[in-house]
């Protein structure tokens, strides 16, 4: 059974950082994306950056890019999301799935696995 557990997440004043965790159980991530996504209250689901396996070709969104940086431990069957500059607007529950595939400039997870979710609070 793959499984996906998401942690991190936090509440952190504006400017601060936090970084996400997704370990994988049941699945191996080599030769595939992995995506961070997230869902803030009344707003559609945006898939922020997916990381490929094993080359480790990378993908931001614009609302991430700069701020954060995602990458993997293949030894720990884990991808991490390390957020930085963190804004009020980054608020939101933060999940991971696998695999994604990258269409244009969208993250389609739809037939993956996904986590939990965590959730990331971000102060003014």
């Given at each position: 059974?793959?499984?996906?557990?998401?942690?991190?997440?936090?509440?952190?004043?504006?400017?601060?950082?936090?970084?996400?965790?997704?370990?994988?159980?049941?699945?191996?991530?080599?030769g595939y994306a992995?995506?961070?996504?997230?869902?803030?209250?009344?707003?559609?689901?945006?898939?922020?950056?997916?990381?490929?396996?094993?080359?480790?070709?990378?993908?931001?969104?614009?609302?991430?890019?700069?701020?954060?940086?995602?990458?993997s431990d293949n030894a720990k069957?884990?991808?991490?999301?390390?957020?930085?500059?963190?804004?009020?607007?980054?608020?939101?529950?933060?999940?991971?799935?696998?695999?994604?595939?990258?269409?244009?400039?969208?993250?389609?997870?739809?037939?993956?696995?996904?986590?939990?979710?965590?959730?990331?609070?971000?102060?003014?």
């Amino acid at each position: 059974e793959v499984q996906l557990v998401e942690s991190g997440g936090g509440l952190v004043q504006a400017g601060g950082s936090l970084r996400l965790s997704c370990a994988a159980s049941g699945f191996t991530f080599d030769g595939y994306a992995i995506g961070w996504f997230r869902q803030a209250p009344g707003k559609e689901r945006e898939g922020i950056s997916c990381i490929s396996r094993p080359d480790g070709t990378t993908y931001y969104a614009d609302s991430v890019k700069g701020r954060f940086t995602i990458s993997s431990d293949n030894a720990k069957n884990t991808v991490y999301l390390e957020m930085n500059s963190l804004k009020p607007e980054d608020t939101a529950v933060y999940y991971c799935a696998a695999p994604v595939t990258l269409v244009g400039d969208k993250i389609l997870g739809d037939f993956g696995s996904w986590g939990q979710g965590t959730q990331v609070t971000v102060s003014s």
